[in-house]
């Protein structure tokens, strides 16, 4: 309405106009991306290196199909991946599809997974997906944004990590460790998991969205730690515009092997 040519605006229509035209105004600069301190070479090269370490990331939730990664990332909130596994190995062996796990029930699964943080809500939670699965879906994973998410338990970044690891989609799921970076190397700053990964999309090159998910994560996990980053074991030093780095000499690039590093 605002765009529309008004010959002789009244000064009352004039003063609306201009405080609408600066809310609009205001609207579009909030939209903009953030400002990064990185071209878009940089980017490519922090990414690029990532691809080498580890040409092929996977997850380090132990699954074998995309129900038992489902359950996994599920019970992985506010929980340690190697904290998962260890109750997920017993668990798995005795309910490794919604159909078995629904009848194992929600007791049996409490008692299996109990070592595990919020165990009883999650195991709440496993039992009622597996039965919406079953009802739903005919038991099998939807490859689906919404219906995931419709699913007891599983909010945006649990959709994001199944569609990512079981389904090969460039999703991007942001855990503590890829906040962390996004905000501490001003790569994708942002207030909330989602801002930060909305800015990761907008710069990461396209050939590098697939696997970008698990390189952050492990480089937020093994290297750039949450109380003091390991710079000495950095590749992309170099690159880095983080305030807390402490060497601009990035360590030597060659192939990593695959799992956790030995302590």
């Known amino acids: 309405m605002m765009s529309e ?8 229509v004039k003063r609306d106009g201009a405080k609408a035209a600066a809310k609009s105004a205001k609207g579009r600069l909030a939209a903009r991306p953030p400002k990064i301190p990185y071209s878009a070479d940089e980017i490519g090269e922090i990414f690029r290196r990532f691809a080498v370490q580890r040409p092929e990331p996977e997850s380090e939730l132990e699954h074998t199909n995309p129900f038992t990664l489902l359950v996994a990332v599920v019970l992985s909130a506010q929980a340690t991946d190697a904290g998962v596994n260890k109750a997920t190995r017993a668990l798995f062996a005795a309910a490794d599809t919604p159909a078995a796990m629904a009848a194992l029930g929600e007791a049996a699964i409490r008692e299996h997974i109990k070592t595990i943080g919020l165990f009883r809500n999650k195991a709440k939670n496993v ?7 079953l009802e739903r879906h005919g038991g099998k994973v939807p490859n ?4 995931l998410e419709a699913l007891p ?3 945006r970044k649990t959709a994001n990590v199944v569609l990512n690891v079981a389904f090969g989609e460039e999703t991007l ?3 503590t460790h890829i906040f962390r970076i996004g905000n501490r190397l001003h790569l994708a700053p942002g207030k909330t998991p989602d801002e930060v990964e909305q800015n990761l999309l907008r710069v990461i090159p396209q050939p590098y969205r ?10 937020g996990r093994y290297v750039c730690k949450a109380r003091k980053p390991d710079c000495g074991i950095c590749v992309i030093a170099d690159l880095c515009r983080a305030e807390v780095k402490t060497t601009d000499v990035p360590a030597e690039l060659r192939p990593l092997p695959p799992g956790p590093p030995a302590v």
């Open 144 to 147: 689906d944004r919404a219906a």
């Open 5 to 12: 040519k008004i010959d002789k605006p009244a000064p009352r």
């Open 210 to 219: 697939r696997h970008a998910h698990h390189w952050l994560i492990l480089h």
């Open 153 to 155: 338990g599983v909010g």
């Open 173 to 175: 799921a942001v855990d």
């Open 127 to 133: 039992a009622a997906l597996s039965e919406a699965l």
